[in-house]
């Protein structure tokens, strides 16, 4: 079975201080991870996803399959950086369908 | 385009009353999906399906049906609701789902409240 924990349901941090919020999960096989945003009155969208290492507003994580750890990063956070943010995956391949293992989610809210 | 509509955006049913969720996408995907979405759960895949014609059970279905009749629209069913269906509701779509990173859309969500 797979899952994905994201420890923290709330996090404060003041404008400017780096944020990061943490992405376990749990899969036997190779999962393909992504962020999710969801800001104040809008709907749920992708934020990033591993396979393309990409930084999407500032916003960076990386795959540790040591630790099968997916923490999001930004070293300078911003109030337009209040949200909520889950953390997703997939069990890849062609079986999976892209059904996506949402964890509980983590409020951030960024301090003036 | 509208990307992934749904339709109602608030609903109050008392217990025991059915109702039908319709979620729409006009991108042309295979794949679309229902979540509900509960405090400090996240969200859990209800049903999915890969075609029309097509569905399949995700994680929390007990409770619901769904169909997919035409490619464009899938329909989340309630036959007798119970409180514990209270939830909003979130409907996605993607191309496709075999992996590779394939993001899906989301809808606006439903509100469900029944009392």
């Known amino acids: 079975a797979q899952r994905v924990t994201q420890p923290e349901k709330l996090l404060s941090v003041f404008k400017g201080a780096p944020v990061e919020l943490k992405c376990n999960y749990s899969y036997s096989g190779s999962p393909e991870l992504f962020w999710y945003v969801q800001y104040s009155r809008q709907r749920l969208q992708l934020l990033l996803r591993h396979i393309s290492r990409e930084s999407i507003k500032g916003f960076t994580a990386d795959l540790n399959k040591g630790e099968t750890s997916f923490h999001l990063k930004k070293p300078f956070a911003q109030e337009e950086d209040s949200a909520m943010y889950y953390c997703?995956?997939?069990?890849?391949?062609?079986?999976?369908?892209?059904?996506?293992?949402f964890g509980q989610g983590t409020i951030l809210t960024v301090h003036p | 385009n509208a990307g992934v509509t749904q339709t109602p955006k608030f609903r109050v049913l008392k217990t025991g009353q059915s109702m039908t969720l319709l979620c729409a996408q006009d991108m042309n995907h295979e794949y679309m999906y229902w979540y509900r979405q509960d405090p400090g759960m996240g969200l859990r895949l209800i049903h999915y399906?890969?075609?029309?014609?097509?569905?399949a059970k995700g994680e929390v279905p007990d409770g619901y049906n769904v169909s997919r009749l035409k490619k464009q629209n899938f329909l989340l069913g309630l036959e007798s609701a119970a409180p514990s269906q209270t939830s909003v509701y979130f409907c996605a779509s993607s191309p496709r789902g075999a992996g590779g990173g394939e993001t899906q859309y989301f809808g606006p969500g439903t509100r469900l409240l029944v009392l």
């Open positions: 997703a995956l997939s069990g890849g391949g062609g079986t999976s369908y892209g059904k996506l293992t």
């Open positions: 399906s890969v075609g029309e014609g097509t569905t």
